[in-house]
């Protein structure tokens, strides 16, 4: 089995969307944004379990892991759709908190050269730990951002479910190869 199989060019896949989910878990968990951390939660899920079908010569699991790669393209681009705000979508609301929280996401004030100021409020009876952020200065604004990491996860997608595809031809050929 040479290096450059389709088996390995699907685990390092594997690999990198583990990597890219792990960090765009960490950036949801830090924005309070549940209905994405709970979709990175499954996607983690099905990509190990997707390396696991691929190392250990399991057609089944990797099955499983190219069906979520549809589920996880569709995902993806409701997320472009939800903060380009096409068909009506807005990025003001909170649906991606499932309307528990305020929360918006976490790029939307920390994004790349981003100036935070906080502003607290001076009207009586207003909570004191409620303030207002002004964020300006900002070299891409938050909403690419997370166009940006979908895209990056659609990349990936698409390309691990030609691979699975792929691999799993092959493994299911030297399946029917054995029997004979």
Same mark, same amino acid.
Do not use: K, W
């Given at each position: 089995m040479g290096c450059c199989t389709g088996r390995c060019t699907l685990v390092f896949l594997c690999s990198? $969307?583990?990597?890219?989910a792990l960090e765009r878990q960490i950036f949801d968990f830090l924005g309070f944004q549940w209905a994405p951390i709970l979709g990175? @939660?499954? $996607? !983690? +899920? &099905? &990509? !190990?379990?997707?390396? @696991?079908? /691929?190392? $250990? @010569? =399991?057609? =089944?699991y990797i099955v499983v892991y190219t069906v979520w790669t549809a589920l996880w393209v569709t995902w993806n681009v409701f997320i472009i759709c939800f903060y380009l705000e096409v068909g009506g979508l807005s990025k003001e609301t909170d649906l991606m908190t499932f309307n528990i929280s305020m929360h918006r996401s976490w790029w939307r004030e920390h994004g790349p050269g981003c100036i935070r100021r906080v502003v607290r409020p001076s009207a009586p009876g207003i909570l004191d730990d409620y303030s207002y952020v002004s964020v /300006?200065?900002? +070299? +891409?604004?938050f $909403?690419?951002?997370? &166009? #940006?990491h979908s895209a990056i996860q659609i990349l990936l997608s698409l390309i691990g479910f030609v691979?699975?595809?792929? &691999? #799993?031809? !092959?493994f299911m050929e030297e399946e029917d190869s054995c029997k004979y």
């Open positions: 990198l $969307q583990l990597l890219a990175n @939660f499954l $996607q !983690i +899920i &099905v &990509v !190990i379990l997707g390396l @696991f079908g /691929t190392i $250990q @010569f =399991r057609p =089944r /300006t200065g900002c +070299i +891409i604004d $909403q690419y951002l997370e &166009v #940006i691979y699975a595809c792929y &691999v #799993i031809s !092959i």
